[in-house]
């Protein structure tokens, strides 16, 4: 019976962490840029047959003490013994809950909006702007983002809405010049000043999206890599730069309000479930108890 609540119980974990990854991303609805998230869910048995068959990790295999590690492997791991079904079923054992999984980023590009403004850029197709990160104590990273809400300040240099100097092909800061209201650029990024080239906005792409995790404010960085790592798994992208657009969110508001719906009704089964096991728990305690 016991088991039953830990089973309801994970499930109104997972339902929260859900709910949480629904609730920021409608939060970002009107975030330029802002790439939805997804939770993803184990369940219990699955994550027990994966770790019962893991041979690195040792006394992972519940057995008996005389039995050769040999022997357990074949009975483990060899769909042709007669027994494999069984002992798998005897192994796992029943349904324990779910487990919660990791979060996933949905990269699509999202629609596209009409701004005329002439230092708003959008990427039609995959790949990130290059930005130049200052943290609170002066140190510099570089991070990306698919916002391109940019602006010049006084000294003619491009940054983003939060201060962070946007970079050229070359990672270098873009500057351009202040006095000069003529400022024209094409699809591949390059910015012109009355009729001269300035600089091309530096966009680069990944191979594997994998190794990108959020950072914060809107940006992107590379988990686990230093500055050589980073340049080296930059690849040159060669999308269209829309100069006087945003891109959206990728997030539809129906859809996830539909889903924050459907994770709320689960909850709600899950916590009917330990209402019920409390009550036969109490019936069991407090009234079969007093006629024994």
Do not use: C, W
């Amino acid at each position: 019976m016991l088991k039953g609540l830990y089973t309801a119980y994970t499930g109104m974990i997972n339902e929260q962490h859900r709910m949480d990854v629904m609730t920021n991303n409608l939060a970002n609805a009107g975030t330029n840029g802002f790439k939805k998230e997804g939770a993803t869910s184990q369940a219990f048995d699955s994550m027990l047959a994966y770790k019962i068959k893991d041979l690195s990790e040792a006394g992972n295999l519940p057995k008996l003490i005389s039995t050769p590690k040999a022997i357990d492997t074949y009975e483990l791991n060899n769909e042709a013994n007669p027994n494999y079904a069984q002992n798998r079923v005897r192994r796992v054992g029943m349904n324990m809950g779910v487990k919660t999984g990791e979060n996933y980023v949905d990269y699509s590009e999202g629609p596209l909006k009409v701004t005329g403004n002439t230092f708003d850029f959008a990427l039609a197709d995959s790949g990130f702007f290059r930005v130049e990160y200052t943290n609170k104590a002066g140190e510099t990273s570089v991070k990306y983002t698919r916002d391109g809400n940019f602006t010049m300040d006084a000294q003619g240099y491009l940054r983003t809405q939060d201060g962070d100097y946007v970079l050229d092909e070359n990672r270098s800061r873009i500057r351009l010049d202040p006095n000069e209201k003529e400022i024209g650029t094409n699809t591949a990024g390059g910015i012109f000043q009355a009729g001269n080239y300035m600089a091309t906005i530096g966009v680069v792409d990944f191979e594997d999206y994998d190794r990108l995790e959020r950072f914060g404010e809107n940006y992107f960085q590379i988990k686990d890599a230093d500055d050589a790592e980073a340049r080296r798994l930059e690849l040159p992208s060669d999308t269209t730069i829309r100069a006087g657009y945003l891109e959206t969110s990728n997030m539809s508001i129906v859809t996830e309000m539909v889903n924050m719906i459907a994770i709320q009704r689960q909850y709600e089964s899950n916590q009917k479930v330990i209402t019920t096991f409390d009550e036969s728990l109490d019936i069991a305690v407090n009234r079969i108890g007093k006629l024994g």
